[in-house]
């Protein structure tokens, strides 16, 4: 699904009006009505007080046209319009003409009115600004966005929420709602997936308005958001007459004396995720262990017993991933410089791998080809240098892939993946995700993917798709805290099938 600036969102609006042969009130009422039937399932009639509070642009339209619907079954509620400018949009004084027909009287609140009281099983709807933020609220308006923040009351914010700018701006922006849940329109928000600006809300989702999806396909995007439907078409089915060979063969490369695990997680996670054969290269003082307790791998061992300190491998490996538990010692960092000059096909890279390359800039140089990094936020820095915001670090990160040639897997709550031109956001996955090893398993399903004939691209995206499904299934059982890494690899069998079993049809083209 793309993501659209909100440029690109009035563009279709105006496009959609014209196409449809509609008014822009009609498509104000089609919104407002999907904000309500959204209510009106939840709370089927139930008397909690609803407080609307409506800008005076279309956001604010949206409250009015929702009101009326409120009005109309019943709601025990009450609307008030933040009168913070006197430049009314005509929709919203359409609507605040139909509320008035209606006998409702909203309260209009300025800046010396005393802010309503909010109840603590309240809800309170949030129609102040949408995408037509363009400064700071007055201070005022400021005071009342705190009163709604401190108050008990389930917050749902309309499109966006309010104070929060849909993109890049040069004013700091303090004084946001915090939305519990927000209602968007049509597509996705940059904002709610980026770490500074999504912590202002819980969770969103998308409400479809039917904006034209022929015009928003033609539309030019640098972002987009990773469905199960994208994925499927990614799929490469596994064949009846196929072998092990088929299916590749991968190569982990990693570990260190206590440090052995991280290789053994990324190597059954590459295996669990469908690749023929997963051959280890680790130090000698792993070799018991995993010969023990990971009998369908092969192992191969480095001379030396604690480190890595010259990489052999005597066959060509279908992929390869190397740097999980690695180490940074010198003999190391010299083994790894060495075997990135042969290494030809593209390297996924993780955790010391990446400290390399960070510290050693000039053996980005030797990378192959669209090898694939799959940095934290920490390791991301040393990487790529310190930004000044997330808008800054998505800038640098496309900058450096672009550059170097390489696939960048930025792992957080909505990892995203960035090719040098576009970046996908992951959709799957939970905070339980923050556990040990949750990176090399990570690494080890990416490698197996490659292994298997997919691109560094599709590689990156299933990967990370597979990899937070598996821990959504597992955290639904169990929960955030308990789960770990090896859950992951356990349940990637069960991400797959729940991937592919067939969805009833959907009646709207994706766009
Ligand atoms: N296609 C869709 O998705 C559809 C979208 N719809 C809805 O429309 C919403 C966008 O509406 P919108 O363009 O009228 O902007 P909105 O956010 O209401 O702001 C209003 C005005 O306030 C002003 N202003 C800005 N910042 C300010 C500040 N700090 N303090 C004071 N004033 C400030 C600024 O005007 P200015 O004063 O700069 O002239 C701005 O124009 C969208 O989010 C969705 O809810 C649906 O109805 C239909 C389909
Ligand atoms: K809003």
Known sequence: MKILSSEQIYEADKFTIKKQGITSDALMERAALKIFEWLHGRLQGAQVKIH?????????????VLSRHLFEHGYNFQTYVVD??????????LNLE???D????PSFLEAKSQLPQIGMDDIVVDAIFG??????????VANLIKHINTSPAFVISVDVPSGLPSQKVSWKFTSVIKANHVLSFQVPKLVFLLPETGKYLDTWEILNIDLDSDFISGLESNYFLTQRSNLVSIYKPRTKFSHKGTYGHAVIIGGSHGKIGAVQLAGRACLRSGSGLVSMFVPGCGYNALQSSFPEAMILTDTAM??????????????IGIGMGLGTFKKTVVAFGEFLQKAKQPLVIDADGINILAKHQEMLKQLPENSILTPHPKELERLIGSWDDDFDKLDKANAFSMKHGVIL???????????????????????????AGSGDVLTGIITGFLSQGYNSLEASIFGVYLHGLAADIKASEIGFEALIASDIIENLGKAFVELLRPKPPQNKKET
């Open 52 to 64: 609307v509070f409506c800008g005076i642009g279309n956001n604010g339209g949206d409250g009015m």
């Open 84 to 93: 913070f400018s006197e430049k009314r949009s005509k929709d919203f004084l």
């Open 98 to 100: 139909r509320l008035k």
């Open 102 to 105: 209606r006998k409702i009287w």
């Open 131 to 140: 995408i037509g933020l363009n400064r700071q609220p007055d201070k005022w």
């Open 306 to 319: 604690d480190h890595i300190t010259e990489i052999e491998i005597p066959f060509t490996a279908s992929a």
């Open 409 to 435: 897997v930025l792992k957080g709550a909505n990892s995203l993946i960035v090719d040098g031109e576009k970046g996908y956001f992951n959709t799957s996955g939970n905070p339980g995700l923050a556990t």
